[in-house]
């Protein structure tokens, strides 16, 4: 079983940063895609950024050029540098990690970090 665990999440101001981090626990299978998801209430979980093992690179159009994803390999983490917020980031973000023996078999997700965008 493995484990992802959010940290960085809160409550900020608009034109704001934040930094969501997620740490993904050790375990013998190879991590292929890290990135992060959002949930707003009353709408679906949307893709925000995801970062390949080869550090391919993936953003929604709503947030490319205010966010930045990167990881560290060694540590098995996964950072999401949030730039410029809007009151429409506030929402449930959550890590999600693709892992596997021979390909992204498995899909695991993290508990969720509250963003709140607001004055």
């Known amino acids: 079983q493995v484990q992802l665990v959010e940290s960085g999440g809160g409550l900020v101001q608009p034109g704001g940063s934040l930094r969501l981090s997620c740490v993904a626990s050790?375990?013998?299978?190879?991590?292929?895609?890290m990135g992060w998801y959002r949930q707003a209430p009353g709408k679906e979980r949307e893709l925000v950024a995801t970062?390949?093992?080869?550090?391919?690179?993936d953003y929604a159009d709503s947030v490319k050029g205010r966010f930045t994803i990167d990881r560290d390999a060694a540590k098995n983490t996964v950072h999401l540098q949030m730039n410029s917020l809007k009151p429409q980031d506030t929402a449930v973000y959550y890590c999600?990690?693709?892992?596997?023996?021979?390909?992204?078999?498995?899909?695991?997700w993290g508990q969720g970090t509250q963003v709140t965008v607001s004055s």
């Open positions: 999600n990690a693709q892992l596997g023996l021979f390909g992204p078999e498995y899909t695991y």
């Open positions: 970062i390949t093992s080869a550090d391919g690179m």
């Open positions: 050790r375990n013998t299978l190879r991590i292929y895609v």
